[in-house]
């Protein structure tokens, strides 16, 4: 059984940085792709980045491009979600989550199964 285990979340002030990482042990195989989502109280969950494992290829929100990066330690099995310049409106419970069902990676949550259980993410401004 596949588990994904996100850390790195915390409270920074606006154009600070923070960086996630989430870890995944158990299943026998790589999922086609690991992506991050972020909810904010009161809104609907959104996709902000993912990556194809196998080539690394990236795919970016647009209310991130440019600011945030993510990437991946295939060794250690973690995806990590790199974040600077950030504003309040990044606030938010971030998660991270594996598809192993889709050919081409996008940022639809209906994607994508399991899920970790998200760290929080608070930006003052």
């Known amino acids: 059984q596949v588990q994904l285990v996100e850390s790195g979340g915390g409270s920074v002030q606006a154009g600070g940085s923070l960086r996630l990482a989430c870890v995944r042990s158990?299943?026998?195989?790589?999922?086609?792709?690991m992506a991050w989502f972020r909810q904010a109280p009161g809104k609907e969950r959104e996709g902000v980045a993912t990556v194809y494992t196998g080539n690394g290829i990236t795919i970016y929100a647009d209310s991130v491009k440019g600011r945030f990066t993510v990437s991946q330690d295939k060794a250690k099995n973690t995806v990590y979600l790199q974040m600077n310049s950030l504003k309040a409106e990044d606030t938010g419970m971030y998660y991270c989550?594996?598809?192993?069902?889709?050919?081409?990676?996008?940022?639809?949550?209906?994607?994508?199964?399991?899920w970790g259980q998200g760290t929080q993410v608070t930006v003052s401004s």
């Open positions: 989550a594996a598809s192993y069902s889709i050919l081409f990676c996008d940022l639809r949550s209906s994607h994508y199964s399991p």
């Open positions: 158990g299943g026998s195989s790589s999922p086609r792709c």
